[in-house]
C-alpha cells in the first residue's frame, strides 16, 4: 500500500502531535505534509480543527473541496452538536469527530477514527488502481547489531529486482556508514545526504544521477559517509525523499540499522512491513523486545511487525516457540546459520541471492517469493556468476 500523505490544519501544536500519533496508528503507513509537494501534489487527507473557530473551519472546507474532489477531509469540534455536524458535512467534510472521543480520555475511542484513516487509504488506492500500481515499502531492523540486517534487506532487494522486473531501489539508512554498497560490490558516487540536501530538485531524473546501478537491475541509494548525519534534523527530509521515492519505483527496501532514532522513524512510517530481524540467542530476543515495544510507543503501527529469525541452528537452545511467546509474534520466516556462505558472499560482492548454489540463497528466494505472491515454477533461476577477488573491487 502506498504511504497516505496527510496534513494537520491547526493553531494548537498539542492537537497536531495528538493527531499525528493516531494517523500513524492506524495500521496503514501515513506521512505528515505541511502542504503541497515539490511536484505541486497535495495531500491524500486534512484534518481540520474547527474547537476555537467553526466559521473560519467551514470555509477551509469549502475551499478544499471545491480544489481536490477526491480529498480525505476529517473535522474534530469541540462538541457534537447536530448543526454543527450538518454544516461541516454540507461544506464538503467526510468525517466528523468530536475531541473528546479522539484525545485518549475515552478507552478505545480512537477506533472510530482509525478506522476512518484505513477507508480513505482504501478508497484512494480504488481511485488509483488503474494508475502505477502502489509503491511497497519494507524496512529491515535490526534487533541488534550484526545481526544480518544488513544481509536480509540487500538479498531481498536483489530478489524483488530479479523476480518482478520492476523498479525496485534499496536504500541504506544505517546510522553511522552503513555498508549496503559494499555488500554489493559497488562504488557509489553518491548518498543519501545528496539526496536529502537537494530535496528542491528531487524527481525521476535527478534520482537517476544519485542512485548506483547493480547488474541484477536493483538501484542503490547508498548509506552515508558521514558520522553525524543523518540526524534527528533530517527526520522530515528523510520522510519527504521516501515520498518521492515512491512515486518511482515499485518496491522500497530500506535498512534501517538496529537504533530507532529521529530518521529512522520516519522510515517506520513510511513502511507498509517493519521486518525485525533477530538471533535465537538472549541478548537479541531481549533487544527485539524492546525495539517491539518502542515502535508500539511511536505509533508506527505494531500490526505491521514481521519477525525474521536469523542464523537458527540446531546448536541453539532457544525455540522458535519460545521466542514467539516472548515477542508476542509469530515468526515469519527463518534462515539458516552460514557463515561461510555469507563470508564468501560479502568479500567477493555478490550476493547470495545470485550465487544459486546454497540453502541458504533457496531460502531468500523462497521468502522474497512469498511477499509478491510468485509461485517457484514461474521463475527461472540465473546461472551462478562467477565470484570476483576481494570485495569485487578488483
Given at each position: 500500500?502506498?504511504?497516505?500523505?496527510?496534513?494537520?490544519?491547526?493553531?494548537?501544536?498539542?492537537?497536531?502531535?495528538?493527531?499525528?500519533?493516531?494517523?500513524?496508528?492506524?495500521?496503514?503507513?501515513?506521512?505528515?505534509?505541511?502542504?503541497?509537494?515539490?511536484?505541486?501534489?497535495?495531500?491524500?487527507?486534512?484534518?481540520?480543527?474547527?474547537?476555537?473557530?467553526?466559521?473560519?473551519?467551514?470555509?477551509?472546507?469549502?475551499?478544499?473541496?471545491?480544489?481536490?474532489?477526491?480529498?480525505?477531509?476529517?473535522?474534530v469540534a469541540a462538541a457534537p452538536e447536530p448543526?454543527?455536524?450538518?454544516?461541516?458535512?454540507?461544506?464538503?467534510?467526510?468525517?466528523?469527530?468530536?475531541?473528546?472521543?479522539?484525545?485518549?480520555?475515552?478507552?478505545?475511542?480512537?477506533?472510530?477514527?482509525?478506522?476512518?484513516?484505513?477507508?480513505?487509504?482504501?478508497?484512494?488506492?480504488?481511485?488509483?488502481?488503474?494508475?502505477k500500481p502502489p509503491c511497497v515499502t519494507h524496512?529491515?531492523?535490526?534487533?541488534?547489531?550484526?545481526?544480518?540486517?544488513?544481509?536480509?534487506?540487500?538479498?531481498?532487494?536483489?530478489?524483488?529486482?530479479?523476480?518482478?522486473?520492476?523498479?525496485?531501489?534499496?536504500?541504506?539508512?544505517?546510522?553511522?556508514?552503513?555498508?549496503?554498497?559494499?555488500?554489493?560490490?559497488?562504488?557509489?558516487?553518491?548518498?543519501?545526504?545528496?539526496?536529502?540536501?537537494?530535496?528542491?530538485?528531487?524527481?525521476?531524473?535527478?534520482?537517476?544521477?544519485?542512485?548506483?546501478?547493480?547488474?541484477?537491475?536493483?538501484?542503490?541509494?547508498?548509506?552515508?559517509?558521514?558520522?553525524d548525519r543523518p540526524n534527528a534534523q533530517d527526520?522530515?527530509?528523510?520522510?519527504?525523499?521516501?515520498?518521492?521515492?515512491?512515486?518511482?519505483?515499485?518496491?522500497?527496501?530500506?535498512?534501517?540499522?538496529?537504533?530507532?532514532?529521529?530518521?529512522?522513524?520516519?522510515?517506520?512510517?513510511?513502511?507498509?512491513?517493519?521486518?525485525?530481524?533477530?538471533?535465537?540467542?538472549?541478548?537479541?530476543?531481549?533487544?527485539?523486545?524492546?525495539?517491539?515495544?518502542?515502535?508500539?510507543?511511536?505509533?508506527?503501527?505494531?500490526?505491521?511487525?514481521?519477525?525474521?529469525?536469523?542464523?537458527?541452528?540446531?546448536?541453539?537452545?532457544?525455540?522458535?516457540?519460545?521466542?514467539?511467546?516472548?515477542?508476542?509474534?509469530?515468526?515469519?520466516?527463518?534462515?539458516?546459520?552460514?557463515?561461510?556462505?555469507?563470508?564468501?558472499?560479502?568479500?567477493?560482492?555478490?550476493?547470495?541471492?545470485?550465487?544459486?548454489?546454497?540453502?541458504?540463497?533457496?531460502?531468500?528466494?523462497?521468502?522474497?517469493?512469498?511477499?509478491?505472491?510468485?509461485?517457484?515454477?514461474?521463475?527461472?533461476?540465473?546461472?551462478?556468476?562467477?565470484?570476483?577477488?576481494?570485495?569485487?573491487?578488483?
Amino acid at each position: 500500500m502506498a504511504q497516505l500523505t496527510s496534513q494537520i490544519v491547526s493553531y494548537d501544536d498539542g492537537f497536531k502531535r495528538q493527531i499525528a500519533l493516531l494517523l500513524r496508528a492506524s495500521g496503514v503507513p501515513v506521512g505528515i505534509v505541511e502542504g503541497r509537494s515539490a511536484e505541486g501534489a497535495g495531500p491524500d487527507l486534512v484534518v481540520i480543527d474547527i474547537r476555537s473557530d467553526a466559521a473560519s473551519g467551514m470555509a477551509a472546507i469549502e475551499r478544499l473541496r471545491a480544489s481536490s474532489p477526491n480529498l480525505a477531509i476529517f473535522v474534530v469540534a469541540a462538541a457534537p452538536e447536530p448543526e454543527l455536524i450538518l454544516q461541516a458535512m454540507r461544506a464538503g467534510a467526510n468525517e466528523f469527530f468530536p475531541w473528546a472521543t479522539i484525545d485518549g480520555s475515552q478507552r478505545g475511542s480512537e477506533e472510530s477514527f482509525h478506522g476512518a484513516v484505513r477507508r480513505s487509504a482504501a478508497r484512494r488506492e480504488a481511485v488509483s488502481a488503474s494508475a502505477k500500481p502502489p509503491c511497497v515499502t519494507h524496512a529491515f531492523l535490526g534487533a541488534k547489531g550484526g545481526a544480518g540486517t544488513t544481509t536480509v534487506a540487500v538479498n531481498c532487494g536483489v530478489e524483488l529486482a530479479r523476480l518482478t522486473k520492476r523498479p525496485t531501489v534499496v536504500v541504506d539508512l544505517k546510522p553511522c556508514l552503513g555498508e549496503v554498497a559494499l555488500f554489493l560490490g559497488v562504488r557509489p558516487r553518491f548518498t543519501v545526504l545528496d539526496a536529502i540536501e537537494n530535496l528542491h530538485r528531487l524527481d525521476k531524473d535527478f534520482l537517476k544521477e544519485l542512485v548506483a546501478k547493480h547488474k541484477s537491475g536493483l538501484d542503490i541509494l547508498a548509506g552515508s559517509e558521514q558520522f553525524d548525519r543523518p540526524n534527528a534534523q533530517d527526520a522530515g527530509a528523510v520522510e519527504e525523499l521516501l515520498r518521492t521515492l515512491a512515486k518511482t519505483y515499485d518496491y522500497v527496501i530500506i535498512d534501517a540499522g538496529n537504533i530507532i532514532n529521529g530518521f529512522v522513524t520516519a522510515a517506520l512510517y513510511a513502511a507498509d512491513t517493519i521486518f525485525m530481524v533477530t538471533n535465537p540467542d538472549v541478548p537479541s530476543i531481549r533487544n527485539a523486545q524492546r525495539l517491539v515495544e518502542r515502535v508500539r510507543q511511536l505509533g508506527a503501527g505494531g500490526e505491521r511487525i514481521k519477525i525474521l529469525l536469523n542464523r537458527v541452528s540446531e546448536q541453539h537452545l532457544i525455540a522458535p516457540k519460545q521466542i514467539e511467546t516472548a515477542l508476542g509474534y509469530g515468526i515469519h520466516h527463518q534462515f539458516t546459520s552460514d557463515y561461510r556462505t555469507v563470508a564468501t558472499a560479502l568479500n567477493s560482492g555478490v550476493p547470495l541471492a545470485m550465487t544459486n548454489n546454497s540453502e541458504l540463497a533457496s531460502q531468500f528466494d523462497t521468502f522474497t517469493r512469498q511477499l509478491v505472491g510468485i509461485a517457484a515454477e514461474d521463475v527461472k533461476k540465473p546461472e551462478p556468476e562467477k565470484k570476483r577477488v576481494f570485495l569485487g573491487m578488483f
